[in-house]
Nanobody
Framework: QVQLVESGGGLVQAGGSLRLSCAAS????????AGWFRQAPGKEREFVAA????????YYADSVKGRFTISRDNAKNTVYLQMNSLKSEDTGVYYC?????????????????WGQGTQVTVSS
């Protein structure tokens, strides 16, 4: 069993930065791929970024490439999302997900575990 808890969200001006954290409990978390997703009001959840279990391979949505960086520290059971050059369209609830199959995360086919989400609001 893995439990995920996101933190680090908040209100930031356009052009600013935030770093989200996803803290996991459970000894097997280091075996899981992890991803970040977001959902804006009135819109469906969308894929943002994903990282394999070792951290050696990452994937990004086109809309965040060059601005966001996903990373993980398996010793701390934590996945991060560094968000720079934030835009108003980045506003939404950001969720962390984990699954043994990174393709499921990338294709938004679901995740074995989800966090409860953290709100990110970017003011223009």
């Amino acid at each position: 069993q893995v439990q995920l808890v996101e933190s680090g969200g908040g209100l930031v001006q356009a052009g600013g930065s935030l770093r989200l954290s996803c803290a996991a409990s459970g000894r097997t978390f280091s075996s899981y791929a992890a991803g970040w997703f977001r959902q804006a009001p009135g819109k469906e959840r969308e894929f943002v970024a994903a990282i394999i279990w070792s951290g050696g391979i990452t994937y990004y949505a086109d809309s965040v490439k060059g601005r966001f960086t996903i990373s993980r520290d398996n010793a701390k059971n934590t996945v991060y999302l560094q968000m720079n050059s934030l835009k108003s369209e980045d506003t939404g609830v950001y969720y962390c997900g984990a699954d043994l199959n990174i393709s499921k995360l990338r294709r938004l086919l679901g995740a074995e575990y989800w966090g409860q989400g953290t709100q990110v609001t970017v003011s223009s």
